[in-house]
């Protein structure tokens, strides 16, 4: 009989109960039970993990196996190294004793000295010798056995060296003289022709040699070795008594190596212990350098970890077995609570809950019983909380410090849509209250500022009708403008149609104050306010992509301020700063509106002309018009600070035509220009031609060339001698020359300025000075008390510690600093002349003497006559060339020579090429001559041995 509809059936606890969709009762039998389930689960958890522990123990193996395998080829590696820098190091010492000329002699005159050093010298070494070609050794830091020469000729490593005719590495060999297991390092001997005529060699005692530094203190289980490609034992790190020398090739260990060459290995040593090895061949020689590391020492953590996670996988099983037993004995007891779960439930307890627990059956009803409680609950509680949520909602949106607009979609399609809700932030930043903007469109924000091109990208999103983000200019009720970010979102029905548009505009207008700041701070001069370099490329390149595509010239203006480094100097760089800002103004009063005035840095300006037509005459006509503009107008008076301050610039002008132009190029050229402009005396304007570029390049490919030559010694110093007005030497001046080996021949006047302005000079002139003082030394060897002149530069001649640098070069050389002139150009003596006198005075006081050289034709002044320690005048060649028939230039070396009389100085003549011009000189009590009349420059070598041989003669006959 089944039960009455409304009413529940318990059954008893030997049957499980099922509800049917029906809400009966029935009965479900099964064939399993929870016990045998229970069970089951346990099996399928412990096997895996059994499996697992087993492969994570093989995987320990293998991996402390592979760690130890690197770590022997590190040693191995380390092991080369090693090796490879000792033979590199003995082939480096042998070819330099096999070049000494008492080694390479095979005359039997004797042994070189430096098989008595050897031993002192090469300790790491057992012995030195050198064998003839016959095979005998003839020399030997070892005394021979019998003390007789003794024969190598039928050596392994003999026969290799004379047959390789280099350096080689012997095998292991018994050496005859030392009597020790040695590997003779052979290196072949060559008399002049070429020819070998014996070897040297230095035997490497094996048993005492340190494969690697530190071996000794590696633990007993590793061993380092090396071996030879037949599989003889050349080294080994220890116990190598007795056992160097030996053939090891049947060892299992030695077949791997010498079949594999190079890798790791596992096998059984020579000394019957199982290794993991590692090996690689020695560059340079047949040998290997083997490592190895007892197996029994690389495997012990892996078998101790195997033997604890054997104990510890046991007693685990173990215990998982013992909890199923006691789980499956307490898994009735869920099974009553179900039960009187239910009972509440079913009396109208709807906080009871069923817990989850049981057979299969008991769970499904529980969880059925639950989900009917939970959806009773669910509709009580889902009023409840989408009031509150609602609430919450309101009141979040209220308080939002962004602004929050929502618009009704339905007119968005032909216009915008009309508002339906503001937040109260939208009456805080916008100023219009909420009743004010009810129903009118959110353009009512938009201005004049209000980009069209981001007002029609929203549109587009409108009619799209998906989710965007803007960002644009709004108004204010009282017509603020302020920045907004916009995020629009579409809010759509159940059934997917839109209905309201939400807006979340968030105030960005201090960002974009600040990234306006950092654009200005990026893009233009913090002093000037002018665009500065990254702006203008950018500029040149839009004007060079325009004049390339519209074929319109444009021109760049190069502008450089003299001597603005005066005004630093004497006024400070505030002065200075306030100077550049004064130019700036002059300089933007002066441009056309659609030009570029920038800043580069420094006092360099530069000015960016476009749209000048299509003539390349006019637009340059133009440019140099503008060009000169710049220039007058910078050169009027400038006020700072209500004082007066005058300046002029240099300026460099190019054309910009497209093409294959670029940015780095236009500045290139314009800056060549204006320093063309420099050179031609300052504020003027120079226009770029190829040409300047031509001497620019040939300039920077000298002052290449220039350093290679100094590092390469491939300046001559050449001596040009003076002569009196009786023909006699009374002095000489050393010259520097210099022979390219493509250019030939350079002329100093080409690279003498190359090297002022590089700093090269430094360099050149510390070594002239050396070759000037070697050579005094050695006229003062043979009592020949005859001057040199030695030019010095006004850069070197400022250089800190230069006096110091001449007094090291005197006191190294022993040069007589009375026998050595200075000479210097008039040049130095323009700045800081009380510095120059200072040191002048402290060279002086060593006996070196001064001469100003070109005198006339630089800054000449009777003052600094007076002022300096003057030993000489040199009267430039260009007042004497074209004497006596040219009247100004007689006068004028009259007049010197005159002055110098009374200054009671000595006037040396340049130039002096005709027999006239040294009579005019003589007649006028001139006291040196120099020119090519009398003698032409040579090389310091033939004009040293020259002299030295005409005071020999001379002494000879003053002798006789």
């Known amino acids: 009989m089944l039960p009455r509809a409304g009413m529940i059936h318990w059954p008893s606890r030997a049957t499980a109960p099922y509800i049917s969709s029906e809400g009966y009762a029935v009965r479900k039998h099964t064939n399993w039970s929870v016990r045998r389930l229970l069970y089951s689960l346990t099996a399928a958890a412990v096997i895996p993990a059994a499996l697992l522990l087993a492969f994570s123990v093989w995987n320990q193996y293998r ?5 130890a395998a690197r770590s022997a080829y590190s040693l191995a590696q380390l092991t080369a190294d090693n ?3 000792l033979l590199a190091d003995a082939s480096y010492v042998m070819s330099k004793i096999a070049q000494r000329p008492g080694v390479r002699n095979d005359s039997g005159q004797g042994c070189d000295q430096i098989f008595e050093q050897f031993k002192d010298l090469y300790p790491q070494f057992s012995n030195l010798s050198k064998a003839d070609r016959t095979g005998y050794i003839v020399c030997s830091a070892m005394d021979q056995p019998r003390r007789t020469a003794t024969f190598v000729g039928d050596a392994v490593w003999y026969k290799r060296v004379f047959s390789a005719k280099k350096f080689t590495v012997g095998p292991p060999y018994l050496g005859p003289v030392t009597g020790r297991v040695v590997a003779v390092l052979a290196h072949p001997l060559f008399d002049d022709a070429g020819n070998m005529t014996g070897s040297i060699q230095m035997p490497l005692d094996l048993v005492r040699l340190r494969v690697v530094r530190g071996a000794e203190k590696l633990p007993e289980s590793t061993l380092i070795a090396v071996i030879d490609s037949k599989g003889v034992l050349v080294a080994r790190s220890r116990d190598a008594e007795g056992r160097v020398g030996k053939n090891l090739s049947d060892s299992e260990a030695v077949k791997i190596v010498l079949s594999s060459k190079n890798g790791t290995g596992r096998a059984e040593t020579s000394d019957g212990t199982e290794r993991v090895f590692g090996f690689l061949p020695i560059p340079g020689t047949d040998w290997f350098a083997v490592a190895g590391i007892n197996t029994d020492t690389v495997l012990f953590s892996a078998r101790q970890a195997a ?11 173990l215990l998982v077995l013992l909890l199923a037993v006691y789980v499956s004995k307490r898994i009735s007891r869920p099974m009553v609570a ?11 307890d709807l906080d009871t809950r069923v817990p989850y627990s049981g057979p299969l059956e008991v769970v499904d009803f529980a969880v059925q019983f639950n989900y009917m409680l939970d959806a009773i609950r669910n509709s009580q509680n889902k009023l409840a909380d989408a009031r509150s949520e609602l609430v919450l909602l309101g009141t979040c949106v209220k308080h939002l410090t962004d602004m929050v ?13 009309p508002i339906v809700f503001v937040n109260d932030a939208f009456e805080d930043i916008s100023g219009y209250a909420r009743s004010e903007v009810l129903g009118r469109p959110s353009s009512l924000l938009h201005g004049p500022g209000t980009s069209q091109e981001v007002i029609a990208r929203i549109h587009a999103g409108l009619l799209a009708q998906v989710a965007f983000r803007e960002e644009l200019i709004h108004y204010t009720r009282g017509g603020a403008q302020f920045w907004v970010e916009l995020d629009m979102i579409p809010i759509r029905s159940e059934d997917g149609v839109l209905t309201h548009w939400v807006s979340i505009e968030r105030d960005v207008s201090v960002r974009k104050q600040a990234e306006q700041s950092i654009h200005r701070l990026a893009y233009f001069d913090a002093l000037t306010d002018l665009p500065n370099r990254p702006l203008l490329m950018s500029r040149i390149d839009t004007a060079l992509a325009a004049a390339t595509r519209d074929g319109l010239l444009g021109a760049m203006l190069f502008i450089d301020l003299d001597n603005f480094k005066n005004i630093n100097d004497a006024r400070g760089h505030a002065v200075g700063d306030a100077f550049l800002q004064v130019v700036a103004q002059r300089l933007t009063g002066v441009v056309r509106p659609q030009d570029t005035l920038a800043r580069l840095g420094g006092d360099e300006f530069v000015i960016l002309m476009t749209g000048m037509g299509s003539d390349e005459l006019a637009g340059a006509s133009m440019a140099m018009a503008t060009a000169r503009t710049v220039r007058e107008a910078l050169a009027r008076p400038f006020e700072v600070n209500g004082q007066p301050y005058s300046s002029t610039a240099s300026i460099g002008v190019t054309l ?7 940015a780095h190029d236009l500045l290139r050229e314009s800056d060549t220009a204006m320093y063309r402009a420099k050179k031609s005396g300052r504020n003027h304007v120079a226009f770029f031609e190829q040409e300047m570029q031509v001497e620019v390049e040939f300039r920077l490919a000298l002052e290449h060339d220039l350093g290679l030559a100094i590092e390469r010694q491939q300046m001559t110093v050449h001596v040009q001698t003076q002569m009196d007005r009786d023909g006699r030497p009374a002095g000489a001046e050393l010259l520097l020359r210099w022979r390219h080996p493509d250019r030939g021949y350079v002329s100093p ?13 430094l360099s050149l002139g510390a070594w002239v000075l050396e070759q000037g003082c070697v050579a005094l030394a050695r006229l003062k060897d043979v009592g020949c008390r005859l001057p040199l002149s030695i030019n010095v530069s006004p850069k070197q001649y400022r250089q800190p510690g230069f006096v110091d640098q001449v007094k090291e070069v005197l006191t190294r050389t022993g040069a007589p600093a009375a026998q050595l002139i200075f000479e210097v150009t008039e040049s130095l003596l323009i700045d800081n002349l009380d510095e120059v006198i200072g040191r002048m005075n402290e060279l002086a006081a060593l006996g070196i003497r001064f001469s100003i050289d070109d005198f006339g034709t630089g800054y000449s002044s009777l003052a600094y006559l007076k002022r300096l320690p003057l030993h000489e005048l040199k009267i430039d060649k260009s007042f004497v060339q074209d004497m006596p028939d040219d009247s100004d230039d007689t006068a004028i070396v009259k007049m010197i020579l005159s002055m110098a ?9 340049e130039g002096v090429e005709t027999r006239e011009q040294a009579e005019f000189l003589i007649a006028n009590q001139c006291h040196v001559m120099q020119g090519y009349f009398y003698s032409r420059p040579e090389p310091i070598g033939e004009w040293l041995s020259a002299l030295l041989e005409r005071e020999a003669v001379l002494a000879a006959g003053a002798g006789s």
Request: aromatic content about 4%; proline content about 3%; overall charge negative.
């Open 656 to 662: 910009l035509r497209g093409g294959g132009q670029s």
């Open 63 to 67: 991996t402390d196996e592979q760690e």
């Open 338 to 348: 179900v039960q009187e779960a239910a009972r509440k439930a079913a009396a109208g």
């Open 83 to 85: 090796m490879e820098g």
């Open 749 to 761: 006047a080409q690279f003498i300025p190359i090297a002022e302005d590089s700093g090269l000079i």
């Open 405 to 417: 607009i929502i618009m009704n979609a339905q007119h968005s399609v032909t216009a915008w849509p």
């Open 307 to 317: 033997m604890r996670n054997l104990v510890f996988g046991g007693l685990t099983l």
């Open 901 to 909: 009389r009374h200054l009671n100085l000595h006037v040396v003549a």
